[in-house]
Every structure is written in C-alpha cells, then in structure tokens.
Nanobody
Framework: VQLQAFGGGLVQAGGSLRLSCAAS????????MGWFRQAPGKEREFVAA????????YYADSVKGRFTISRDNAKNTVYLQMNSLKPEDTAVYYC??????????????????WGKGTQVTVSS
C-alpha cells in the first residue's frame, strides 16, 4: 500500500482544513487508517484512527470535538476534517495504515505503511 497525504496549508486560528490521504492498491479496506502529526522538535503523535468499516473512530484528547476522521473505501481515501484550528495544531501530518487497531491507536511502533506528510501551519 502506498499512501499520499495532501490538503495541508496555511490557515488562521479558528479556521478549517480538510486533509486527504489516497491509497494505492485493492486492499485499502483491510486496513485501519490513522492520522499522526509531528511538530518541530517533538515526537510524532497520534491524532485519529478509523476502523476498516468505519464503525469505530478514536481521537487524541487534544483534537477531540474539533477533528473528524472519515474514509471512503470505494475511493481508497481517508480524510481528516480539522475545525477550530489552533496554533498548536501546526505540524506535519501523516497518514498511516495497519491491520491492527491497537498498533495504530497506541503508536508504539511497527505500523505497516506511512505516507509522506503534508504541512499544516496555523497562524495566531
């Protein structure tokens, strides 16, 4: 599976962005999809995850109520709608795929596939 994230950019605090992550291959529906982010000088952190059939979503406390993850298996795409953005949301955002829910939400390493990141910058 190859992943490509896009949709990042510069936005003012309080604004919104929608990130997309397109996946190659016919097995997209087998994978839990996740979004992660890494700010300068910080470790990569978990943001959100969605199960293979969209029955379960899970969010980091820092984004709960502001971000929404969704997926369209017919289009091999996962989305991250980001509302009420804050300067502390500034980071490179990455999408990831793994067959294990626990591996994605715990971010303990061993995720199968990572996409190249997309920069999100929130100005104050």
């Amino acid at each position: 599976v190859q992943l490509q994230a896009f949709g990042g950019g510069l936005v003012q605090a309080g604004g919104s962005l929608r990130l997309s992550c397109a996946a190659s291959g016919r097995t997209f529906g087998y994978y839990v999809m996740g979004w992660f982010r890494q700010a300068p000088g910080k470790e990569r952190e978990f943001v959100a995850a969605i199960s293979q059939g969209s029955s379960s979503m899970y969010y980091a406390d820092s984004v709960k109520g502001r971000f929404t993850i969704s997926r369209d298996n017919a289009k091999n795409t996962v989305y991250l709608q980001m509302n009420s953005l804050k300067p502390e949301d500034t980071a490179v955002y990455y999408c990831a795929a793994d067959q294990s829910w626990g591996t994605v939400i715990t971010n303990t390493g061993g995720i199968d596939y990572w996409g190249k990141g997309t920069q999100v910058t929130v100005s104050s």
